[in-house]
């Protein structure tokens, strides 16, 4: 997929007015996700679009232009809320969170239901958004750059949504918390593309105090779905929810273990991002210990340790439940083989 555009769509009303050369010069290569102070690296093309049909005619007119290359990522920076995003721009130029005027909290959220694209307007969207697809690449990746559009259980929902019904086998992508732009200026008053993950989204009320939250946010992270703030939704399901508890975190403690009648305390060390670590088993807490390792690969949790004997070390293994990024085994089953012949079967069960 590394031959195919990508794209930076930015909506009615958005914070950014989008060059259409949307290549910050990246003289030494880094490449996607980081940036310099003009914008984010590895990006092509920038467009602009009022509505959600308008985006399916643009980015099939990208296409085109390109002889008929495909998109393999796509960034569409509109205003965003928990599971809303202003598509078409019928909130108008403020943020959601207070709705298009002096409002009260349930006339706001009545009005999000009713002029954004989120779960009660769903339908009306889809006509759009299934041209859309057909400008994307397999396995492309499309990222929400709105606010909060992928906050709470809310948010996650209408992520797993539209990776199942609309745009099935592409990443969508929406942040639990995102920023602004850079604020540099490129040619003709138009701005390079890039996000960035921050807390500095507060109005500054003063140029000085502008000048100071703009400095703040050159050093924040670029925002994409690698970000930790990233939540992702793949074919329906959360394949990366930071709002939930991750598998490390999960395994993370003490364990009862249990095979057969006999039943022995475990403790792994998992550290936060780690695929592999320590653990050990012993017959009680506190008596002598039997040291091993432990890996993960994808939701698959292998474990061995090491005074097993040689040519009879035992593999345990078991598959951990991770819907929706989230670690839900909080007992879990797995076998144990030897030299790959099955040899036992075991239960964990979370003690702290």
């Not at 299934?130 to 750059?145: D, E, I, Y």
Request: net charge neutral.
């Amino acid at each position: 997929m590394a031959n195919g555009l990508n794209v930076w769509a930015s909506g009615p009303f958005s914070p950014i007015v989008i060059c259409s050369d949307a290549r910050t010069p990246d003289p030494s290569g880094q490449g996607y996700p980081a940036g310099n102070v003009q914008g984010q690296f590895g990006w092509d093309v920038g467009l602009s679009f009022g509505n959600t049909t308008e985006l399916a005619d643009k980015l099939a007119q990208a296409v085109a232009a390109a002889n008929g290359k495909k998109i393999d990522r796509l960034a569409i920076t509109v205003h965003g809320a928990p599971g809303h995003v202003d598509m078409d721009g019928k909130i108008g130029t403020g943020g959601l969170s207070s709705g298009s005027g002096s409002m009260t909290g349930q006339q706001v959220a009545d009005e999000l239901d009713a002029k954004t694209f989120c779960m009660k307007t769903f339908d009306s969207y889809a006509p759009a958004w299934k041209r859309a697809a057909s400008s994307l690449n397999p396995g492309a990746t499309v990222l929400f750059m709105s606010c909060n559009f992928g906050q709470q259980a809310i948010g996650g929902d209408m992520l797993k949504k539209i990776s199942k019904d609309l745009l099935p086998g592409v990443a969508i992508v929406g942040f639990i918390n995102i920023g602004i732009a850079p604020g540099r200026i490129s040619v003709n008053k138009c701005m390079l593309p890039g996000m960035k993950i921050t807390n500095t989204t507060i109005a500054a009320g003063s140029e000085a105090e502008e000048a100071r939250q703009q400095l703040l946010v050159q050093g924040d992270p670029w925002a994409s779905e690698s970000s930790p703030k990233a939540k992702v939704a793949l074919n329906g399901s959360l394949t990366k929810n930071p709002e939930g508890m991750t598998a490390q975190k999960g395994l993370d403690g003490d364990w009862l273990g249990a095979t057969g009648d006999v039943q022995f305390f475990v403790h792994f060390d998992a550290a936060a991002g780690t695929t592999a670590g320590t653990v050990y088993w012993s017959s009680f807490k506190g008596a002598p210990r039997h040291n091993g390792t432990w890996a993960l690969a994808g939701s698959q949790l292998t474990f061995e340790f090491q005074d097993d004997p040689p040519g009879w070390i035992r593999k345990w293994t078991s598959t951990l439940d991770l819907t929706d990024g989230e670690f839900r085994s909080y007992v879990f089953k797995g076998g144990v083989t030897i030299n790959g012949a099955q040899h036992g079967y075991f239960t964990f069960s979370k003690s702290s």
